[in-house]
């Protein structure tokens, strides 16, 4: 071998590069101490030893004896017969031979083109031609060879000086190996061989075994051909396996006739054809290259499969099949984690395996899921986590740039169940992004680690995200959030954007908190002072009513005053507080508010405020006779969408509040006084209508 050939192929799993230091190393550490101070890099590779192989006990000391008796017939090419090196590796064969022979009985090898086998079990493996013993037997013909238990030395040394002889090139025109092996006359080593046809008149031999002659069948049931046309019964040769016979004849050629099969078998068809069982087909080939690639016998490598293992598995996450990319990883997983595996491809399985984890790959994962899934299955989970590297940060960039409200909702939940282990990255990415994204985070949080969830809301309230303060009041309107909010509520009623306090008025209002009564009519106080939209001045009205009814009927009682005649010309705080009135009165559906509201459509002198009372009192006329009927009025669903021109258009309609604690009030607690303009109220129970109306 010289040194344009290469590094010897012996051993595709060797650590160090040919001719490296570390190569170097391991060749040497091999060897007698000593031997390798004065070799060069070609010499070395002529004593690297073989390949390690075998399973069982048999096979490995099988294979420690090949591999002794390929060193040692290799090492004549660098060493005098005399040299005290030559005399230890004699040494190491005598030993293996010996302890095969103690522990095992006979050797029966089957020899192949590169490889020797015991049972089936290959035990010697090595493909370059240049150093390969079973190469050399098999070029020569020899298909089996037998090392029997009573085998002596001197025939040990007579199989080496045959190997040896052909090694270094001696007396290569005269004789090969398997007639040296003939001549050679061994009572315990015997050989199988091949060679070709024997002639007619050359003897055949007793056990058609050929030694080194074809094999021949004498059958006087078969007839030969005699070229012309005749036949007889005699002997027949039969070829070696693998001998290229004469194309055979055929038969008379038919018409094809078409037959129907049965359904169940045209099923079978069908489903074995078809794109349902196609991905149970791809697990069972990544199986059989990933065993391929770790088994030292083959010539597959990590190379040849790899662009395939990256298709499958991007086949598999386009067809969400969640079951076979469970199993497509944990055959992966087994793969990069085997010990015989060299590191260079332990890596780059791992690599293969991460890439579950970016983001192109999630996205293809998460388009699986069905659009009807109410929450992804805890195997994409599984999924997710096996797949290694950082992927709460790869569904934290997949939330900003998915736009699909089917993947948003999928991700979110795949984050919280990250959670509470890593909120404080949650709460990190929570503060550095805005608007939908933040919104989604929100509800992260809110729904997986309340606790943290609790730390955002005072930059929330004080923030300038819009979107944020939304999502923070639909959550608090769900009941959603913990802790006392009415310290944020408030500071929300400062914002600028009307559609905020709108909402936030909604939320004080289904929280049904007393306590907020007074703070909030402070802050209705003031709304009606600056000139506040009409949305907002409705917003406030219904809000009072329903934290506190009797509180509430007390001041727009006093609202609703008939206006003096000094009072109709100031006109526009004194109609703000009206119209407002009617908003809280609306919801109220005692005689009392009724009777008000009936004022208001009569002797208003505004015409919206007029035209706004007579659609109420319409509404509650309706209502009463559809209860009279046994029937409940129907009220058009309303979305939390932002439309515009109604408090529970824009926030949503009411539930039913705290009608239970109205009736639990004694007619003692309600008032009861004649307020000196015409009309009397009496004490009675108010009965708040969720829907805006009374009874």
């Known amino acids: 071998m010289n040194e344009s050939e290469g590094p010897p192929q012996n051993d595709p799993e060797a650590e160090g590069s040919f001719g490296g230091d570390d190569w170097r190393a391991r060749v040497a550490a091999s060897l007698p101490e000593g031997a390798a101070d004065d070799l060069n890099t070609q010499q070395l590779a002529v004593l690297e030893d073989e390949v390690s192989l075998g399973e069982d006990d048999a096979a490995k000391a099988a294979n ?72 050399k037997l098999f070029r020569d013909g020899v298909r089996k060879l ?26 290569l025109n005269e004789d090969d190996i398997l007639t040296l092996l003939w001549k050679a006359g061994f009572d315990h080593i015997q050989v199988e061989a091949v060679e070709g046809f024997i002639e007619d008149d050359e003897e055949e031999t007793a056990d058609g075994a050929a030694s080194g002659a074809a094999l021949m069948d004498l059958n006087p049931d078969q007839t030969w051909d005699d070229g012309m046309g005749g036949g007889e019964a005699g002997a027949a040769l039969k070829a070696p396996p693998g001998f290229d016979l004469p194309a055979p004849e055929l ?50 490598s990590w190379d040849d499969a790899r662009h395939f293992l990256r298709e499958a598995r991007d086949f598999l996450m386009s067809e969400g099949e969640i079951d076979q990319l469970l199993a497509y990883q944990d055959l992966l997983a087994w793969f990069a984690d085997a010990p015989e595996l060299d590191e260079d491809t332990s890596v780059a399985a791992r690599a293969l395996l991460q890439g579950f984890a970016d983001e192109s790959a999630l996205k293809r994962i998460l388009r699986s899921i069905p659009i009807s899934t109410i929450e992804p299955p805890a195997e994409y989970r599984r999924l997710l986590t096996a797949a290694g590297g950082d992927t709460l940060r790869i569904l934290f960039d997949l939330l900003e740039s998915e736009r699909s409200n089917h993947l948003r909702r999928v991700t979110r939940q795949l984050i919280e169940g990250f959670l509470p282990e890593r909120s404080e990255d949650v709460l990190e990415r929570f503060h550095e992004v805005r608007g939908d994204v933040a919104a989604d985070l929100l509800r992260v949080l809110v729904g997986a680690d309340p606790d943290r969830a609790r730390e955002s809301f005072p930059s929330i309230v004080r923030g300038d995200d819009d979107e944020l303060k939304v999502e923070f009041l639909r959550q608090a309107q769900a009941g959603k959030l913990q802790g006392d909010l009415r310290g944020h509520l408030m500071q929300l009623l400062n914002a600028p954007e009307s559609r905020i306090r709108v909402r936030t008025l909604k939320v004080f209002a289904l929280s049904g908190e007393r306590g907020a009564y007074q703070p909030l009519m402070k802050r209705a106080e003031a709304a009606l002072r600056k000139n506040s939209d009409d949305l907002e001045l409705d917003a406030y009205g219904r809000a009072l009513a329903h934290i506190d009814p009797i509180q509430a009927m007390e001041t727009f009682r006093d609202w609703g005053k008939p206006l003096k005649r000094f009072q109709l010309v100031v006109g526009g705080a004194l109609l703000a507080q009206r119209k407002t009135a009617l908003s809280g009165l609306s919801a109220i559906g005692t005689e009392e508010s009724t009777n ?39 009220v058009a669903p309303v979305t939390e969408d932002v439309p515009t021109d109604s408090f529970d258009a824009l926030t949503g309609v009411f539930s039913a509040i705290d009608t239970d604690r109205m009736m639990a009030l004694s007619a003692e607690d309600l008032p009861s006084e004649n307020d000196g303009d015409g009309w009397e109220t009496e004490a009675e129970e108010p009965d708040i209508d969720p829907f805006g109306g009374g009874r």
């Not at 293996?96 to 089957?110: K, N, Q, S, V």
């Open 64 to 135: 420690a004896a090949l591999r002794a008796l390929a060193r040692a017939s290799r090492a004549y090419l660098i060493y005098d017969a005399r040299n005290e090196i030559i005399k230890t590796f004699l040494g190491d064969l005598k030993s293996a031979f010996e302890a095969f022979a103690r522990d095992h009985g006979d050797l029966h090898l089957e020899v192949r083109p590169f490889e020797l086998a015991l049972k089936k079990e290959v035990v010697y493996l090595e493909r370059d031609r240049e150093r390969s013993l079973a190469f």
């Open 146 to 171: 037998t090392v029997r238990a009573g085998v002596t030395w001197e025939e040990i040394t007579a199989l080496l000086q045959i190997l040896s002889i052909r090694y270094i090139g001696v007396r």
């Open 251 to 300: 038969p008379e050629p038919i018409e094809p006739r078409r037959q129907f099969l049965p359904d169940a078998w045209l099923e079978e068809l069908r489903t074995e054809a078809g794109s349902s069982g196609l991905a149970g087909e791809v697990l069972r080939l990544i199986d059989y290259l990933l065993r391929g690639i770790q088994d030292p016998v083959e010539y597959l």
């Open 596 to 634: 008000i509201i009936r004022t208001f459509a009569t002797g208003a002198r505004d015409e919206g405020l007029k035209d706004a009372a007579r659609k109420e009192l319409g509404r509650r006329a309706r209502a009463k006779r559809l209860a009279a009927e046994g029937q409940v009025e129907e």
